[in-house]
């Protein structure tokens, strides 16, 4: 069983920062891909980035490419999601996942609780 909690996000204007970050823990993390969704009001949950077993192979969606870092520390007990140079659509409630396939295909298994982000104008 994996357990993600997250925490980070709130409120920010247009072209600012934020950071968040995820506990993970559970026996597997090891071999699993971890990665972060997002889902905004009406939207379906989208992947937006996501980080390959060893940490050596990232994916992002085109929309975030350049303006946001996922990464991991060794043991994959933290993954974090920089958010820079936010825009007005990356509002949305952003979930920590764990789970299977590519980076690219990610399917998640386990979810965090979701923290909200919400970017002005």
């Known amino acids: 069983q994996v357990q993600l909690v997250e925490s980070g996000g709130g409120l920010a204007q247009a072209g600012a920062s934020l950071s968040l970050s995820c506990a993970a823990s559970g026996p597997t993390l090891s071999s699993v891909v971890m990665g972060w969704f997002r889902q905004a009001p009406g939207k379906e949950r989208e992947l937006v980035a996501s980080i390959s077993p060893t940490g050596g192979r990232v994916y992002y969606t085109d929309a975030v490419k350049g303006r946001f870092t996922i990464s991991t520390d060794s043991g994959k007990t933290t993954l974090w999601l920089h958010l820079n140079s936010l825009k007005p659509e990356d509002t949305a409630v952003y979930y920590c996942?764990?789970?299977?396939?590519?980076?690219?295909?990610?399917?998640?298994?386990?979810w965090g609780q979701g923290t909200q982000v919400t970017v002005s104008s």
């Open positions: 996942a764990a789970g299977v396939g590519t980076i690219a295909t990610m399917i998640p298994r386990y």
